[in-house]
């Protein structure tokens, strides 16, 4: 890349799915994407965040054809029709995306997201290369930031870490991520299936504390077939979402305290 520069990404924004309980606090709001969050959608927020970046040169978002005309959407170059599962959505949204470039996929629910926090990410994702690139952040750093917000934590040998609302990947691998989603499915409460798809193995370090970072790339490489590494984030704001009723007002005082 000349004058070292880093090659824009296409972001896509998944934006679809049916209403739930964060969606019920506004009626006629068919998702938790189009709810209101300190006077703007959820969505928009993110496309805000994502317009402002510089590393990113489109966006797509996938979300219900009955919104495709909702100003909040706006800020899209493109809009895409949802599906029934999230696999059908990110299909939608990679369809003509060339099958090597490097893409960014972002949840809708991230009320806090910055350009910054984004083109940090895609930097990271591109240094490390691969197909996969999965948005995760320590602990420390997120309580640091936002000590009031409830996640689930992963502790590994290397640290205590969230999922974050960012990922990369490439459209190639696709298929494989398909398959693995939905053999992670039909193991969810069946413990016997996850040891297989896992490892026992993996389970067994991950039980102990004794899982790094490595190990779970290893793994992930090893059923996908692709190459995944983990994508940790200094931004704490990439790990903040809206799964709850009750975390609307509470990104509401996050919002209207910053």
């Not at 896509?12 to 709001?29: C, I, W, Y």
Request: hydrophobic content about 45%; glycine content about 10%; overall charge positive.
């Amino acid at each position: 890349m000349a004058g070292g520069q880093r090659a824009r990404v296409t972001a896509v924004v998944l934006a679809g799915g049916p209403p739930d309980e964060v969606s019920a606090l506004q009626p006629g709001a068919p998702n938790k994407a189009f709810v209101r969050v300190g006077g703007q959608t959820l969505v928009e927020r993110v496309l805000r965040a994502l317009r402002a970046a510089r590393d990113v040169s489109h966006v797509i978002v996938v979300a219900p054809l009955a919104t495709h005309t909702d100003a909040a959407l706006a800020l899209a170059d493109e809009r895409r029709p949802d599906g029934k599962r999230i696999t059908q959505s990110l299909r939608s949204g990679l369809a003509g995306v060339p099958q090597d470039e490097l893409v960014l996929v972002a949840a809708s629910d991230l009320p806090v997201l910055t350009a910054g926090a984004i083109d940090d990410f895609v930097a990271r994702a591109q240094r490390l290369g691969g197909e996969i690139g999965y948005g995760c952040v320590e602990r420390a750093v997120h309580v640091a930031a936002y000590p009031e917000v409830p996640h689930t934590w992963a502790r590994l040998r290397d640290g205590t870490y969230c999922g974050g609302g960012l990922f990369t990947l490439r459209p190639r691998v696709l298929p494989a991520l398909e398959r693995f989603i939905e053999q992670l499915g039909a193991a969810r409460k069946k413990p016997w299936r996850l040891a297989k798809l896992f490892g026992p193995g993996v389970l067994a370090k991950y039980a102990l504390g004794k899982l790094s970072i490595a190990d779970a790339e290893a793994r992930a490489r090893a059923v996908l077939g692709a190459a995944v590494y983990a994508v940790v984030s200094p931004y704490a704001q990439t790990a903040v979402n809206v799964d709850r009723a009750s975390d609307v007002a509470l990104a509401e005082r996050i919002i209207a305290n910053a």
